[in-house]
């Protein structure tokens, strides 16, 4: 069965401080492994796409990459406006799963 | 500006009620879906529908029911069979292949009064 665990499930950051946000998955064939960002009532906003184990994916102050079996987002020098909670899916045959995210503090 | 739209933003059921969830999308996107979320949890799959005038249900399908009679527009109903509606629901639309991302609208959250 296809799984997603993210992981911290909150990190709490000072403004500038660097870390990464896991996503650990198994997948029988893995399609697509996709990042989101999550605001309070809002929905999901799309960042980026991963198809094949090696390759990276940059933003501004997020680096996206993707190994056989995790996938991490980079926080290169945080604002606390990047605080949000960041979402891993990924598709595997037909179907798509969500991890439950990482709540994501970043303070001033 | 294309986009999908969900309403209203805020919906509360009454016991024994039906309430419908209104998706509408003009990004001419095929797939459409429906979610659910709570807190501490991924979001769970309920209905699909790759094309008009067809759809499949997802995982926690019972208790809900959706049409597709356009391509634009995907309504979810949240039945009095549904015991446990209170959440937060995404909408969300693809276009291309599954290894293509979905795209959400801002959700409807639904709480029973």
């Known amino acids: 069965e296809d799984q997603v665990t993210q992981s911290p499930e909150a990190l709490r950051l000072q403004e500038g401080e660097s870390s990464s946000l896991n996503c650990s998955y198994t997948v029988s064939g893995l399609r697509g492994l996709f990042w989101y960002r999550q605001d309070p009532g809002k929905g999901p906003e799309f960042l980026f796409t991963l198809y094949s184990a090696g390759e990276e994916k940059e933003k501004e102050r997020l680096k996206a990459t993707l190994t056989k079996k995790e996938s991490f987002l980079h926080i290169t020098a945080p604002k606390p406006e990047d605080s949000a909670t960041y979402l891993c899916?990924?598709?595997?045959?037909?179907?798509?799963?969500f991890g439950a995210g990482t709540r994501l503090f970043v303070k001033a | 500006d294309g986009g999908i739209t969900q309403s209203p933003k805020y919906l509360f059921r009454k016991e024994g009620q039906n309430v419908t969830l209104s998706c509408e999308q003009n990004l001419n996107h095929d797939a459409m879906y429906w979610y659910r979320q709570d807190p501490g949890q991924g979001l769970r799959l309920i209905y699909y529908s790759q094309i008009v005038n067809d759809f499949q249900k997802g995982d926690i399908a019972e208790g809900y029911s959706v049409s597709r009679e356009k391509k634009e527009s995907f309504p979810l109903t949240v039945t009095s069979a549904q015991k446990n509606p209170t959440a937060f629901y995404l909408c969300a639309s693809r276009v291309g292949g599954v290894d293509q991302p979905q795209h959400f609208g801002d959700g409807t959250r639904l709480s029973i009064l």
């Open positions: 899916a990924l598709t595997g045959g037909f179907k798509t799963i």
